[in-house]
């Protein structure tokens, strides 16, 4: 069945960096774009980044850029999210998504989901 | 950054009667507009996109509307399973997307 699982979250200190994997099954990958969300603890839900299906495009939320990087490796099915000079705040369960529209030809919503994968930042 | 708000941000409803939850966008968004639904230590569940029509396995309970900026959730006949969070996301200013604060709907 169509599957998302997400890995790689763990605690890491301030200002270290940590690698987010997302593992894809049961849909053809190389064919949607994919999102990484994220959920601080308690709170609501936050867009991260997005990149096209090919690779081409990756975009980020201002609270991430210049530190996260999205990437993508269709020949392995896997989305990743590198992260680096964490603070604090980027503590979170962080999930990765898929992008509803196949090739993204038009905007669309977020059709599957992960189970997530929490970060902690914390010295 | 369009800002989406939802309203109420807790809203107590009994089984059996209709709940309407309601989502604004600081600018037009269009109909691109989708409603998530989230449990206690669950992902997030997509169950409406383009404002009103309804994801794959979505009971049809639920029914969205609006366009624009005003959107509405309506949750027909609660089930003891819908008692969860809402979240609107809007993906007309894609490639940026922007989720509300959510709406906790719990059982009266």
């Known amino acids: 069945q169509v599957q998302l699982v997400e890995s790689g979250g763990g605690v890491v200190q301030p200002g270290r960096s940590l690698r987010l994997s997302c593992a894809a099954s049961g849909f053809t990958f190389s064919s949607y774009g994919m999102h990484w969300v994220r959920q601080a603890p308690g709170k609501g839900l936050e867009w991260v980044a997005v990149?096209?299906?090919?690779?081409?495009?990756?975009y980020y939320a201002d609270s991430v850029k210049g530190r996260f990087t999205i990437s993508r490796d269709n020949s392995k099915n896997t989305l990743y999210l590198q992260m680096n000079s964490l603070r604090a705040e980027d503590t979170a369960v962080y999930y990765c998504a898929r992008d509803a529209t196949i090739f993204g030809v038009v905007p669309g919503a977020f059709d599957i989901w992960g189970q997530g994968t929490m970060v902690t930042v914390s010295s | 950054e369009i800002v989406m708000t939802q309203s109420p941000a807790t809203l107590s409803v009994s089984p059996g009667e209709r709940a309407t939850l309601s989502c604004r966008a600081s600018?037009?968004?269009?109909?691109?507009l989708a409603w998530y639904q989230q449990k206690p230590g669950q992902a997030p569940r997509l169950l409406i996109y383009?404002?009103?029509t309804r994801a794959t396995g979505i009971p049809a309970r639920f029914s969205g509307s609006g366009s624009g900026t005003e959107f509405t959730l309506t949750i027909s006949s609660l089930q003891s399973e819908d008692f969860a969070v809402y979240y609107c996301?809007?993906?007309?200013?894609?490639?940026?997307?922007?989720f509300g604060q959510g709406t906790k709907l719990e059982i009266k």
């Open positions: 990149i096209w299906y090919d690779g081409s495009n990756k």
């Open positions: 600018q037009s968004v269009s109909s691109n």
């Open positions: 996301q809007q993906y007309n200013n894609w490639p940026l997307y922007t």
């Open positions: 383009g404002a009103s």
